[in-house]
């Protein structure tokens, strides 16, 4: 079964840090595209950050840039965001997505998601 | 910066067909922003509807389909049912590994 499943998310200060995780199972997750969504109480989806899976490239959007880090780990089949100098609006639920047949279009598995509070 | 635009509530009769829109602010949708649909009850993940315009993911419903309407993309559902109910997002790839998702539909079935 293809499966996605965040952690990490959590309460943390403005200014402070945290590191989402997200295991793969069920599916090569070394030459698959991973991206990260996420999306504000009340709010609509937003794309985050996307690390494709044979190039390397990193991808991300305006609101995050310099701030965030995506990364991937292929020996443990788990996907990161490093995600610092976090502001409230950062506030978020923080889903991992695998996409569709190796490329940049379309999301394919979503995994269930993360709660990331920023406030003091 | 270009903006995707969908209607932001929609009401649809048991039964009936409905076609969302998704659009730019700036230009026109066509299959080369591979404009894919998804799905999302409150409280749960998204769920792939279409991808690359036109097509089902699976064990969607062929209920769903997806096309290009002038100059937007379009999700049509026919015969719709009480749990079609919820939120429908549709995402453009604009290049360069950016997606950008519409601000949402929110779908009433009455």
């Known amino acids: 079964e293809v499966q996605l499943l965040e952690s990490g998310g959590g309460l943390v200060q403005p200014g402070g840090s945290l590191r989402l995780s997200c295991a793969a199972s069920?599916?090569?997750?070394?030459?698959?595209?991973m991206s990260w969504v996420r999306q504000a109480p009340g709010k609509g989806l937003e794309w985050v950050s996307t690390?494709?899976?044979?190039?390397?490239?990193?991808y991300y959007a305006d609101s995050v840039k310099g701030r965030f880090t995506i990364s991937r780990d292929n020996s443990k089949n788990t996907l990161y965001l490093q995600m610092n100098s976090l502001r409230a609006e950062d506030s978020a639920e923080y889903y991992c997505?695998?996409?569709?047949?190796?490329?940049?279009?379309?999301?394919?598995?979503w995994g269930q998601g993360t709660m990331v509070t920023v406030s003091s | 910066q270009t903006v995707v635009t969908q209607e932001p509530s929609f009401s649809v009769s048991p039964g009936g067909t409905v076609t969302l829109t998704c659009g730019m602010t700036?230009?026109?949708?066509?299959?080369?922003?591979?404009p894919s649909w998804y799905q999302q009850t409150p409280g749960q993940a998204p769920r792939t509807l279409i991808y690359t315009t036109n097509t089902r993911s699976s064990g969607v419903p062929d209920r769903f389909s997806g096309s290009i309407l002038g100059n937007k993309a379009a999700l049509t559902i026919t015969g719709a049912q009480a749990d079609d109910e919820c939120d429908y997002y549709c995402v453009l790839y604009m290049g360069s590994g950016i997606s950008v998702f519409g601000g949402g539909t929110k779908l009433t079935v009455l």
């Open positions: 690390f494709s899976g044979s190039s390397g490239n990193t």
């Open positions: 700036s230009g026109s949708v066509s299959s080369s922003y591979y």
């Open positions: 069920g599916f090569t997750f070394s030459t698959s595209v």
């Open positions: 997505a695998k996409r569709l047949g190796g490329g940049l279009y379309s999301f394919e598995i």
